[in-house]
């Protein structure tokens, strides 16, 4: 049958079981949980940032303004009037949808460049914002989660585990939105749009409402996202929470470095950069000012040198394939 | 056209096309009938893709109307012209190239079906069109003349009433062209109508029930393609370019 287990998704269900088990053999309280939990969670947001970024191929470098609105959305609501996180979660899914949409309107006849500019002025635009309209944003201080304990309904947990097993949670929901929607109908119609839009729209396909869809359920997962960094940190503030750096590129990058627009992607490419990066801000930001992102930054020129195509590209094509020489097509149909 | 079925399905009134101050298509009228084959003819740089494209959407208009079944369109997306029954397949092959042949005409056919009747009527179109040996081939490594039919059951798959066939059998031989020829007679048989543009004299004589002719996006003779090719300011188009012995033998 069409969806039939493949080799590389039998790797996944592998991965995602080994990871659920990993918090029963290390330090719960520990550091490397965190970083385990941490790398998870951007794989994630990768992901979500992958429907819009891989399969539709239009590069945002402004996914932290969905970030960042799911966190301060959740937070704000539990600050302010003791809305649980969960519930606040949704909302912020709900709010980052409609400013996807919103957004959408007049980007999405920008490409390439354009639309990356776009859409990271659009993220700036919201950092400055919640930098200087205190009253509701509580500024540049930022916003700490109160700490209650473990209140499972109040989404707070003593335990980094609960965290690592919520976040890991969430990457499975991502990851299986991803391939749904690059499997389903629409992942033909946005492959479409993404390799000649001009021939998708004259095929039939709303270039305009595909695109749109994408990026509407690209933002709310992003959103959910930033929900679960706001209570697993338990502090966040403007500058860190809209990053370019730290968030919007970020995801971009663990996409691309992983394998654009595929499933394993975003996955390897977290597991590969977030614990690259820690290790070299541990061993590196002690000696120089900066030295550990110089080599974080050579370390990405290279592997983007040395395989465009991301990590993937070195694993065998999960699509099945049928070698087009093998047989006699060519006679068979004129030509 | 067809005596039996005089129903007008496409009609062109006054189509303009500005780029700049460039009049690219100025002031062309014409119409199609129900299972009609009319060719579209012209110099290089006459107009026509500009005109395909100015059809089904591709193109804003600067002037005029285009009406299918009596409905105006222009001014619609692609995809709604689309809807309504208009496609049209491109001179270059415009294939979607990460995708097999089966995607590539699956895609097209998601807008009348869900995805698995998709697959269902895009493995009929294949069928149709002597393809499916080549369904699960990626379309970089079909040959030319593979692209263009690939093209053109991609629009099939659209179930459309009028299709535009921009240069389909550019690179075929003449066996090759015949089967295509046969396959949009047998098309036309059951109702569908085209508008082709061509540079294969032999097939365009061949092929259609009239002949429009086009120069610096002007019409400059419709009727009979043995009027129109004959007509003088068509011949005097096509020798005006200087390449009389070339262009002469290929329209």
Redesign the interface.
């Known amino acids: 049958m069409r969806f039939a287990l493949k080799p590389g998704h039998v790797v996944l269900l592998l991965f995602f079981i080994a990871a659920a088990l990993l918090p029963l053999f290390v330090d719960p309280r520990g550091h490397l949980l965190r970083v385990a939990a941490m790398a998870l969670l951007f794989a994630a947001m990768a992901q979500s940032w992958n429907i819009v970024g891989g399969l539709a191929n239009q590069i945002s470098l402004g996914h932290a303004a969905f970030f960042g609105l799911g966190a301060y959305t959740s937070t704000l609501l539990f600050l302010r009037l003791g809305i649980s996180p969960w519930i606040g979660m949704l909302a912020g899914a709900m709010v980052a949808g409609i400013a996807a949409a919103l957004l959408s309107v007049p980007t999405f006849r920008l490409k390439g460049h354009y639309f990356a500019l776009a859409t990271l002025a659009f993220a700036e635009v919201l950092r400055v914002i919640a930098n200087s309209w205190a009253d509701l944003s509580g500024g540049p201080v930022g916003l700490t989660v109160p700490f209650l304990g473990t209140q499972p309904l109040s989404f707070a947990f003593r335990a980094v585990s609960s965290y690592y097993w919520i976040i890991l949670a969430l990457l499975v929901i991502v990851c299986v939105v991803f391939y749904v929607l690059a499997h389903g109908a629409m992942g033909y119609r946005l492959r479409a749009v993404r390799e000649n839009e001009a021939a998708a729209e004259v095929a039939g396909v709303n270039t305009f409402r595909v695109k749109l869809v994408a990026s509407v359920i690209s933002a709310a997962l992003t959103a959910m996202c930033g929900t679960v960094f706001a209570q697993f940190t338990f502090f966040f503030d403007p500058d860190s929470i809209f990053s370019l750096s730290g968030i919007s590129v970020r995801m971009a990058m663990i996409a691309i470095v992983g394998g654009l627009g595929t499933l394993g992607g975003p996955i390897i490419g977290a597991l590969f950069l977030i614990p690259l990066e820690e290790v070299a801000n541990a061993y590196l930001s002690s000696r120089a000012a900066g030295l550990s992102q110089l080599v974080f930054g050579l370390i990405l020129i290279a592997a983007i040198l040395i395989q465009p195509r991301g990590i993937m590209a070195f694993f065998p094509k999960s699509r099945v394939k049928t070698p087009p020489k093998a047989q006699p097509a060519t006679e068979g149909a004129r030509g | 056209m067809t005596p039996t079925n005089p129903k007008v399905v496409l009609e062109a009134a006054d189509i303009c096309v500005t780029f700049g101050g460039l009049k690219a298509v100025d002031g062309v009228s014409f119409s199609l009938h129900q299972g009609e084959i009319v060719g579209l003819i012209g110099p290089n740089g006459a107009g026509k893709t500009t005109l395909f494209n100015a059809l089904?959407?591709?193109q804003k208009l600067s002037g005029g109307a285009v009406r299918l079944d009596g409905e105006t369109v222009s001014g619609l997306?692609?995809?709604r012209i689309?809807?309504r029954g208009m496609?049209?397949t491109?001179q270059n092959a415009?294939?979607?190239?990460?995708?097999?042949v089966l995607?590539n005409v699956?895609?097209?056919a998601?807008?009348?079906h869900?995805?698995k009747g998709?697959r269902a009527k895009a493995t009929e179109v294949l069928a149709r069109l002597?393809?499916?040996?080549?369904a699960?081939?990626?379309v970089a490594?079909?040959?030319?003349?593979?692209k263009a039919?690939v093209e053109m059951a991609?629009?099939l798959?659209?179930e459309p009433r009028v299709v535009l066939l921009d240069e389909v059998m550019a690179a075929?031989t003449p066996s090759?062209m015949d089967?295509?020829m046969d396959v949009i007679r047998a098309l036309k048989g059951e109702g569908l109508t085209f508008l082709v543009v061509e540079h294969h004299m032999r097939a365009i004589m061949a092929l259609c029930d009239r002949l429009i002719a086009v120069n610096f996006g002007r019409l400059i003779a419709a009727g009979t393609p043995a009027e129109v090719a004959s007509h003088p300011t068509v011949i005097e188009a096509y020798l005006g370019h200087g390449a009389a012995g070339q262009e002469g033998s290929h329209a």
């Open positions: 089904v959407g591709l997306k692609p995809h689309a809807t496609t049209k491109f415009a294939l979607f190239p990460d995708m097999s995607e699956t895609t097209a998601l807008l009348r869900d995805l998709a002597d393809l499916s040996p080549i699960d081939a990626d490594d079909l040959t030319f003349p593979q039919m991609r629009a798959a659209t075929l090759e089967e295509v």
